[in-house]
């Protein structure tokens, strides 16, 4: 904890902390665990007393499932969620369209070991962090809300007020707001957050259900009046339900409210086409759905992230998992500088990564609540007429398979990210820079692995492929390239071969004896991938240069030197005090 010297009933700051997260919820938590993981020293604050009850966010993407198994949490997630491989859409006169979820993330883009999508309460992924977190040595300072902030040069001085009421001040280097829609720290840089508010409102519950239909699926009941969805949560008859409804007459309610028994049951009747009777609510909630944004991701030393940058509506399940690949690419950057390993120039990325996500899932959700939701006379007839006699036809498989595809995050990219660089020309179908690496099967000390087992840690990723037939250079040329540059950048950058050459006994090399590695990567000559913290690709290059590979990653990590030594000293240091 942060020494401070007391004056009445304000705490001034005695030292300044690195970097401080404000919000202890999915985002932050996760933003809070990767700056620890990649040695960071980080505090966290959230202005509730205690951690929330009630379940929220609830489907865990495909590649937030990657970000989990990077962080070391995957298991605990897999263990806590449950699959959701099936979605049945139902229609009035029980006609019914099934769709099968399982085996769709097919192809190179695609690849994933977490193909099918899971349930997991937002109760729960906060647990799963926050144990994660303080394994790391961090504890999450709770009671203690933004009032005001002001920014130099060197840092950000923050007013809190804490649970019993007194004030403290705080300094630190760099903050970071992870505080949601209503971000008391996007209130305080002034920092605009333009949109709109959709004229319906949402009914959101964990309920127990007493209905025909069986546990473990996803339900969605599209009508005129407008959506109501049900997705299996763990317990029996237990389902996350919501569904958008007209404001009564009086107008619309308060942001939050809470309906009554019979209101909810009024909207499950209405739209559910056979009996369904609510037996138990465990929580229930009525709200106003938003679409909004700001301009800047970055505002000096202040960053949003998550809900404090964008809002939009539900449709898709693509909040939590946003706010998670927000931290996720804003992390290892920010750890980067605080370090001295990076220059400051790099934390202009997190914008120009994530801008352009934001930007177009708001599009794309607000396109999808219209259709989902919309009360104009199109949406309704295509709800309640259109729909049943065309959905058959509509969701064939490999429209499915682009669909899930968008949805799982695992296509997202970043194709004028800064850091973008490339040499060489004719890559055809082999990942751009700001792409996601890629996965793929290969052999880790002679064992059957994944290219992401290689990529998992805070360090900068180089992939040398030797390449295939003419196109090809011997592997044990290229792993003298990754002996030289794992000796410049110790710790900071692995680099491995993957050999399509049947023995493969160095300790740099993955073996790809069937070549489907270099098929996954669409490569055919020796090439070189450098790939970041983040697992995207930050350079692609053909021919195999060495001089070419240490230049970039010279321009990359600047001060990997000056760190190297200070390392060293500091390990000096502790073997003299042995």
């Not at 605009?192 to 259900?209: C, H, Q, R, V, W």
């Not at 759905?289 to 992230?305: Q, S, T």
């Not at 692609?540 to 321009?555: I, M, Q, S």
Request: aromatic share 6%; net charge negative.
């Amino acid at each position: 904890m942060v020494n401070y010297e007391r004056t009445g009933l304000v705490q001034m700051a005695e030292r300044v902390d690195p970097v401080l997260v404000v919000g202890a919820g999915p985002t932050g938590l996760t933003m809070a665990n990767e700056l620890a993981r990649h040695g960071t020293p980080v505090r966290i604050i959230d202005r509730a007393p205690a951690p929330a009850t009630t379940s929220r966010a609830l489907v865990v993407m495909p590649r937030t499932l990657e970000i989990f198994d990077d962080m070391g949490v995957v298991d605990a997630a897999l263990a806590a969620g449950n699959p959701a491989p099936n979605l049945t859409i139902m229609f009035s006169g029980n006609k019914k369209v099934h769709l099968d979820l399982v085996d769709l993330l097919t192809g190179p883009r695609n690849h994933t070991e977490y193909s099918v999508l899971r349930t997991l309460s937002q109760t729960d992924t906060e647990h799963l962090l926050t144990e994660a977190l303080a394994g790391r040595g961090v504890e999450v300072e709770r009671g203690m809300a933004v009032t005001d902030l002001t920014q130099d040069g060197d840092g950000v001085t923050v007013s809190l007020r804490t649970a019993d009421g007194s004030t403290e001040t705080v300094r630190c280097r760099w903050l970071v707001a992870c505080d949601g829609a209503h971000s008391a720290v996007r209130k305080a840089i002034g920092m605009p957050f333009e949109g709109s508010t959709y004229p319906d409102e949402f009914i959101m519950a964990d309920a127990k259900l007493d209905w025909e239909l069986p546990d473990g699926d996803l339900y969605g009941f599209p009508s005129p009046a407008g959506i109501f969805a049900a997705f299996s949560m763990p317990g029996e008859n237990r389902f996350r339900i919501f569904g958008n409804v007209k404001p009564g007459p009086e107008g619309p309610s308060a942001e939050y409210s809470e309906p009554t028994h019979e209101e909810f049951q009024a909207m499950i009747d209405e739209r559910v086409p056979y009996p369904a009777k609510v037996v138990e609510e465990y929580w229930v909630t009525r709200y106003r759905v938003h679409r909004r944004g700001v301009p800047r991701y970055r505002d000096g030393r202040v960053f949003l992230v998550g809900d404090a940058a964008h809002v939009h509506s539900p449709a898709g399940a693509q909040g939590m998992n946003t706010g998670i690949q927000d931290a996720y690419n804003l992390a290892w950057k920010l750890a980067l500088v605080v370090r001295g390993i990076a220059e400051e120039a790099l934390l202009d990325s997190y914008h120009a990564d994530r801008h352009p996500i934001g930007l177009r899932l708001l599009k794309t959700t607000d396109r999808m609540f219209g259709v989902i939701a919309g009360q104009n006379r199109l949406a309704r007839l295509a709800r309640g007429r259109l729909a049943p006699q065309l959905a058959t036809r509509l969701l064939t498989r490999p429209v499915r398979r682009r669909l899930l595809g968008a949805l799982s995050q695992l296509r997202l990219s970043y194709p004028d990210s800064p850091l973008n660089t490339e040499t060489g020309s004719g890559w055809e179908d082999a990942p751009a820079p700001g792409d996601r690496a890629r996965e793929a099967d290969v052999l880790i000390d002679r064992e059957p692995g994944r290219i992401h087992d290689v990529l998992r840690g805070t360090q900068h990723t180089v992939l040398l492929f030797t390449g295939l037939d003419e196109g090809a250079r011997p592997a044990v040329e290229l792993n003298r390239i990754a002996e030289r540059i794992e000796r410049a950048y110790p710790e900071l950058v692995k680099a491995r071969v993957v050999s399509a050459e049947r023995f493969a006994d160095h300790p740099t090399t993955l073996g790809d004896p069937d070549r489907s590695a270099h098929r996954q990567y669409g490569v055919e000559r020796a090439s070189t991938f450098v790939v970041r913290p983040d697992g995207y690709v930050a350079y692609r290059g053909h021919p195999v240069d060495a001089e070419a590979l240490l230049a970039d990653l010279a321009a990359r990590l600047p001060g990997a030197a000056s760190a190297a030594e200070a390392g060293l000293g500091d390990r000096a240091r502790a073997q003299n005090n042995a």
